[in-house]
C-alpha cells in the first residue's frame, strides 16, 4: 500500500493544491479523517469535495472515519457551516460553503468507521479493523478473473506453493509447462491471486510469446515495468528496458 499524507509527501517545490488533488484522483481508496475540527479546515473540505467526485465519476471507494465525532454533528451542519466559520473568525470570502455542507452531508451517509463505536474507543482495533478493509479492497481490486468451476486445479496448486518460500525473502523462477490447452495459465492466475498481496509490486504478463511476436519484447517490458514503477515513461528500446528489469 502505497499511503500519501499531504505533510510528509508533497515534493519540494510542488503546487500545494495541485499536487494533493492529482494523488487524491490517482488514488484507490481516500481515507478522510473527520475529527472535530475537520469541517473548519479549508484545506480538508476541498480534498473531500474532490474525493466525492472521484468516487461518482470514477468509482472510487471512499472509507470515512469519524474521529471523536458522530456523523450527525457533521450532516446537520446544513446551512450553518458558514456562521461556524464566522463565530471562529475565519475568513468566508468567496468560499461556496453549499458545496462543503453538500459534502459533509454525503460523506456522513456512507458507511463508516465511528472510533467512539468500536472496542470502546481502543485506537488499536480500529487501525485494524480498517487495515483489513483497504487490504480487501486492494485484492479484489488485483484479482485476475479465473472460473469458479475449476475442477483438479487445487492439488497443482498446493504442489507449488509448496516450492515457494513461506516468508517469501527469496527470489523464485517456477515454470509450469505441457502441451496447450492444459490450463498452464489458470493455474498461473490462480497463483498470482493467492499470492499477490504479499507483495507490494505486482504483475502478471500473459501471452509473452504471442504478444512480442506482434508488438515487439519491448511492448512486454513496458507492461511489466509500468506495474512496477509508478509515474513509468516508458522504454525506448530492449536494452533500456532489460537495464531497468535489472536493476
Known sequence: IRVFI???NLPV???FGRELIRTITR???SIPIISENYMFCKWC???????????RNRGQKIVPIFYKV???????????LRDAFIARNESVDGIDFKEWEDALEEVSKLEAFESEEID???EGTLVEMIFREVMLHLKRLYQLNVSKQLVGIDDRVEQIMRLIDGVFNRTRIIGIYGMGGIGKTTLAKVLYNRLSSNFQCRSFVANIRETSQRKGIYYVQNQLI???????GGVANVDEGIGLINL
Open 120 to 122: 470502546n474507543g481502543h
Open 70 to 80: 458522530k456523523p450527525s454533528q457533521v450532516r446537520y451542519l446544513k446551512g450553518r
Open 27 to 29: 488514488s484507490k481508496i
Open 13 to 15: 517545490g510542488e503546487g
Open 6 to 8: 499531504d505533510k510528509k
Open 45 to 55: 473540505l476541498r480534498e473531500l469535495v474532490h474525493m466525492l467526485k472521484c468516487r
Open 226 to 232: 509500468s506495474a512496477l514503477i509508478e509515474n513509468f
